[in-house]
C-alpha cells in the first residue's frame, strides 16, 4: 500500500498525523486495551519520514500545523511495516527491548500506519494489572506458554490468567469434564499435584520455567510428561499406561553436589537472569542478613498485615534459597520459586530481557523489609525548632528516628542509612538542611566516553573503503561526518550518511543522535557531487532472482546527487555506468559491454519485477520519494 505522504497531505489526511503524535505524547495505559508491537527502526524512520519531532514541538508551542510537502519529501518513505524481524516461529523473540528493538502503539495508530503502509503480521498484546498488588500496568509482551506435551497441546495464556482457567481451557479441547481431571508439573522429586493451586495465577506458580510451564493432565490413572525435551516442531505423545518419573528430568533442577566452599555454590540462568543470580550472591555474602535467614529468626518478625508486604511469602522464599546455598549438598540451584514471587511484585523482570541488577537489589531488599517491618507504630513528627538546624547532629538524630518510627525492620538494621543534604536562600542567607534514608548508595564508575563506528564509505572517484572511527557516544552524525571529512578528505557538505534497513538505505540527519547507531547496524558514507539535489537510491540484483517473491538484492546500495546535466534516461545509464567502473577493476569499455537493465520500483512493492527503464533519449521522469532504481545484472551461462 505505502501511499506517498505527501498525497495524504494534499488530501488533508494531516490530521491522522497529528492523531498519532497527540495519542503517543499523552499516552496512558489502560488495562485491557490493545496495543501493537512495530520494529524500532521502522518507527524511528517513520518519525524521520513525517518530521515527528519539529511537528511535536509546534504542537507544544500552539502554533498551527503547517505541512510542506518539501519538508516531507526530504526523506525516504519507511515502506511496508516487516515485524517478521521480531518474530522467531510465530513467537515475539526472547530478550527483546522496548525503544530499542521494538515500539509499542495503541490500537488506532497501528490502524493509522498499517492501512498507510500495509504490511504486518500484526503483534496485539494487551495491557494487563501486573505485579503482587496489581497496582501496575503494562502491556505485556511476553505471555506464558502453557505445554500439555502428552497430548501435543499449547496455549499463550496471560500471567494474571488463573490455573483453573486454564484447566478449563485444555478440558474443553479434550472434551473432558474439567472437575475429573487436574494438573501437576515435574518437581526435583517427582510429579507435583497443583490442585490445591487452582486459583493461583501462573506467574505464581513454581512450575514456571522461564517464559513457559510443562504440565501433565492427571486422571484416576496418572499420566507423565514424556522425558524427551519439549521441541514445537516434535510433540511426543504418551499411552494411557502409567509410567515411571525416574526417566524424566526437566531443565532446572537443583544440581547436587558439594561445592569447593560453603556458600560457594551457584544460580543457574532462567532466561537472562543473570543480573538477579549476580544480587542475590551479593547478599548471600553478607553474614548477617544471611544468619538471620539461615536461623528460622525472620518468623518472628513477620507480619501479617501490612498491605505493602507479601504476608511472608518473600521471606520464606528467601530463607529457602539461602538454605539451598549454605547447606553444602548443591552444586548449584535454580531459584525459579523466587523468580517468580519477585516477578509478582515487580512485573518488569517478568520476561526473558536483561535488567538493571542494583533496580532489582533494591526492590528486593525493601520488600523483605516490608515483609518483617513492625507495624502500627505511631510515627514521630519532625520538631519545628529553628535551632535545630544550628546542631546537625541533633537534626540528624530527629529524622532519624522519624524514619525508624515507620521503618523499623531487622533488615532497615543493616542497610539503612540517611544523607544530608543542605540549601542556602542567595537573598537572606538562611541555611536549610534535610536529610533523606536511603538502603543502598548508587556509585559512579568511570566510563568510556567514545565509541566505534564502523561504516562504508564510498567517494566518487575511488573505491569503497570500510572505516572504523572513534565518536563519542552521545554524539551526533555530524561528528561522524567530520571524522569522515578528515579521513577522506571529503568536504562535511557533500557527506550523506545512510543506514540499511530492509535492503534500502535512509539517509540520518546531522542532528540525530549515535545511539541511534547499534552495533550490528549497517552503516553507509556517499560523497555526492551536490547536497541540494534530488537522491537516487540504486539497489542491485540477479536477472535469475527478479521474479522471487522476496528482496533479492545483492551488494550494498548506490546513492547519487542527481545533477541538471541529468535529463534522459541514457544519462541515467552512463551515470550507473561511470559509478560501476570506479567500484570495480572492469574498465568503463567492458562496463557498456555487460547487458544489465534498469527498471523503476515503487518502494511499497519491492518484491515486484519493477518497469523496465529502456535505454533512449526519453526525459527522465521519476519520482524520487517514494520510487527507486533496480539495477539488474545478467548471470553468465
Not at 525503544?99 to 494487563?128: H, Q, S, T
Not at 513528627?381 to 528516628?401: G, I, P, R, T
Request: include cysteine.
Amino acid at each position: 500500500m505505502d501511499k506517498n505522504l505527501n498525497e495524504s497531505v494534499d488530501n488533508g489526511n494531516e490530521n491522522k498525523i497529528y492523531q498519532i503524535i497527540n495519542t503517543m505524547e499523552n499516552l496512558v495505559l489502560k488495562q485491557e486495551q490493545r496495543f501493537y508491537l512495530l520494529p524500532f527502526k521502522w518507527w524511528q524512520i517513520w518519525q524521520d519520514y513525517v518530521s515527528y519531532s519539529t511537528i511535536k514541538e509546534s504542537i507544544i508551542d500552539s502554533q498551527l500545523l503547517n505541512f510542506q510537502n518539501n519538508q516531507l519529501s526530504k526523506q525516504l518513505s519507511p515502506g511496508p511495516i516487516d515485524n517478521s524481524v521480531l518474530l522467531n516461529d510465530n513467537q515475539v523473540k526472547e530478550g527483546l527491548t522496548e525503544n530499542y528493538d521494538y515500539k509499542v502503539v495503541p490500537e488506532n495508530v497501528w490502524n493509522i500506519l498499517f492501512n498507510e503502509f500495509g504490511g504486518g503480521p500484526p503483534i496485539m498484546r494487551l495491557a494487563k494489572k501486573l505485579g503482587w498488588y496489581g497496582n501496575i500496568i503494562q502491556v505485556e509482551i511476553y505471555p506464558i506458554k502453557v505445554i500439555i506435551k502428552e497430548y501435543r497441546l499449547e496455549h499463550s495464556f496471560s500471567r494474571t490468567t488463573l490455573l483453573k482457567f486454564v484447566k478449563f481451557h485444555f478440558a474443553s479441547l479434550l472434551n473432558r469434564p474439567p472437575h475429573k481431571l487436574w494438573l501437576a508439573y515435574q518437581g526435583d522429586n517427582g510429579l507435583i499435584s497443583l490442585k490445591n493451586q487452582e486459583s493461583t495465577s501462573l506467574a505464581n506458580l513454581d512450575a514456571l520455567n522461564g517464559q513457559e510451564i510443562i504440565l501433565a493432565i492427571c486422571y484416576d490413572v496418572v499420566q507423565y510428561v514424556s522425558q524427551q525435551p519439549y521441541n514445537s516442531q516434535n510433540f511426543i505423545s504418551t499411552s494411557n499406561t502409567s509410567t515411571t518419573s525416574q526417566n524424566y528430568r526437566p531443565v532446572n533442577l537443583n544440581i547436587s553436589g558439594k561445592p569447593i566452599a560453603p556458600g560457594a555454590t551457584g544460580l543457574q540462568n532462567l532466561g537472562c537472569t543473570c543480573y538477579m543470580n549476580a544480587s542475590l550472591q551479593c547478599l548471600s555474602q553478607i553474614a548477617p542478613l544471611t544468619k538471620f535467614y539461615l536461623s528460622n529468626d525472620y518468623q518472628n518478625f513477620l507480619n501479617q498485615l501490612e498491605n505493602n508486604s507479601t504476608k511472608g511469602k518473600l521471606s520464606e522464599s528467601y530463607s529457602e534459597l539461602i538454605k539451598q546455598l549454605w547447606s553444602n549438598e548443591f552444586l548449584s540451584i535454580a531459584p525459579r520459586s523466587l523468580r517468580n514471587i519477585i516477578s509478582s511484585i515487580a512485573p518488569q523482570f517478568s520476561d526473558s530481557r536483561q535488567h538493571d541488577a542494583h533496580e532489582l537489589f533494591s526492590i528486593l531488599v525493601d520488600s523483605l523489609h516490608e515483609d518483617i517491618k513492625k507495624s502500627n507504630q505511631e510515627r514521630k513528627k519532625l520538631c519545628e525548632d529553628d535551632k535545630l538546624q544550628d546542631n546537625l547532629k541533633e537534626l540528624a538524630d530527629e529524622f532519624w528516628e522519624i524514619h525508624k518510627s515507620e521503618n523499623n525492620s531487622p533488615i532497615s538494621e543493616l542497610f539503612d542509612g540517611q544523607l544530608q543534604s543542605s540549601i542556602m536562600c542567595d537573598t537572606c542567607g538562611k541555611k536549610s538542611t534535610t536529610f533523606d534514608p536511603f538502603m543502598s548508595l548508587s556509585l559512579p564508575l568511570s566510563c568510556n566516553t567514545n565509541r566505534i563506528v564502523s561504516i562504508i564509505v564510498m567517494p566518487i572517484y575511488s573505491n569503497p573503503m570500510r572505516c572504523d572511527i572513534l565518536v563519542p557516544t552521545f554524539g551526533t552524525i555530524l561528528n561522524v561526518k567530520e571524522k569522515i571529512s578528515n579521513l577522506m578528505n571529503i568536504e562535511i557538505s557533500k557527506l550523506i550518511i545512510a543506514e540499511s534497513f530492509n535492503g534500502l538505505c535512509f539517509s540520518l540527519m546531522d542532528s540525530h543522535s549515535l545511539t541511534r547507531i547499534r552495533q550490528s547496524d549497517l552503516i553507509f558514507g556517499y560523497e555526492a557531487e551536490s547536497n541540494d539535489k534530488p537522491l537516487l537510491q540504486v539497489l542491485h540484483r540477479l536477472s535469475n532472482s527478479s521474479k522471487q517473491n522476496k528482496q533479492p538484492f545483492t551488494s550494498f546500495p548506490l546513492f547519487f546527487a542527481i545533477s541538471n546535466n541529468v535529463k534522459t534516461n541514457n544519462d541515467i545509464y552512463a551515470l550507473i555506468i561511470n559509478k560501476i567502473s570506479l567500484l570495480t577493476n572492469v574498465t568503463l569499455e567492458e562496463a557498456l559491454e555487460y547487458k544489465f537493465l534498469l527498471f523503476t520500483l515503487k518502494r511499497s512493492e519491492l518484491d515486484k519485477n519493477g518497469v523496465i527503464l529502456e535505454k533512449n533519449e526519453d526525459t527522465f521522469n521519476f519520482d524520487y520519494n517514494s520510487s527507486i532504481i533496480i539495477l539488474e545484472w545478467p548471470i553468465e551461462s
